[in-house]
């Protein structure tokens, strides 16, 4: 059984940095072609994904947010933890993690929602 | 803005059918698989649809997708009151990047 779940703080101050984690079960990041990556959905928008990491640690960001977006894995303890710097309250939104393998998410985490505000 | 280009909304009776389009360009539909995702309210998007038309296990039949040069489609026969939803498709994009459509919201009436 394959499981995704997100953890990180529920409220960020402007220009603080945010910090998630991807915590998963059931497959290995090791595994040729498996992937994760972070998508986020701002409250009644639409999704956008952030970054994903591959099982040969090459990474991919958001053209339009790739300077302030760290992506990591730790392969030992099956995570991928994302980093955004200098949060603003347009960044409010639910943050998901997800599985992407054969061009397609296929398996999700619940999310997590964080909100930017002083 | 997003870079796939979905219709804000569709509607149909129970037992219709209806179809959701996706529009690209050939920098990412054109040249990728496409997939579909439904997102029920307040609950995590679910994969629908993956490689254009291949339903993962556990998705009826009743949803069905296909592609044709730069755009996808995806359609939903036999609709059910539960099948009210926001529908999203995505594909891979030549900026390196995973996307998405705007997400297309359906009402069953």
């Known amino acids: 059984q394959i499981t995704l779940k997100e953890s990180g703080p529920t409220l960020v101050k402007p220009t603080q940095t945010l910090t998630l984690t991807c915590t998963f079960s059931g497959f290995s990041l090791s595994t040729n072609g498996v992937s994760v990556g972070w998508i986020r959905q701002p409250p009644g928008k639409a999704l956008e994904c952030l970054a994903l990491?591959?099982?040969?640690?090459?990474?991919r960001y958001s053209p339009s947010l790739k300077s302030r977006l760290t992506v990591t894995k730790d392969t030992s303890k099956n995570q991928v933890v994302l980093t955004m710097t200098d949060m603003d309250p347009v960044d409010t939104a639910t943050y998901y993690c997800a599985r992407w393998y054969s061009s397609s998410w296929d398996y999700w985490g619940q999310g997590t929602l964080v909100t930017v505000s002083s | 803005q997003s870079v796939l280009t979905q219709p804000p909304s569709v509607s149909a009776a129970p037992g219709q059918k209806v179809t959701i389009s996706c529009s690209g360009s050939s920098s990412n539909i054109g040249n990728n698989y496409v997939s579909w995702y439904q997102q029920l309210p307040g609950t995590a998007p679910k994969l629908l649809i993956s490689d254009n038309h291949k339903r993962p296990s556990g998705i009826p039949d009743r949803f069905s997708g296909s592609k044709s040069g730069t755009s996808a489609t995806l359609d939903i026969t036999g609709l059910q009151t539960g099948d009210e939803a926001d529908y999203y498709c995505g594909t891979w994009d030549s900026s390196l990047s995973a996307v998405f459509g705007g997400g297309t919201k359906l009402t069953v009436l």
């Open positions: 990491i591959y099982w040969d640690d090459d990474k």
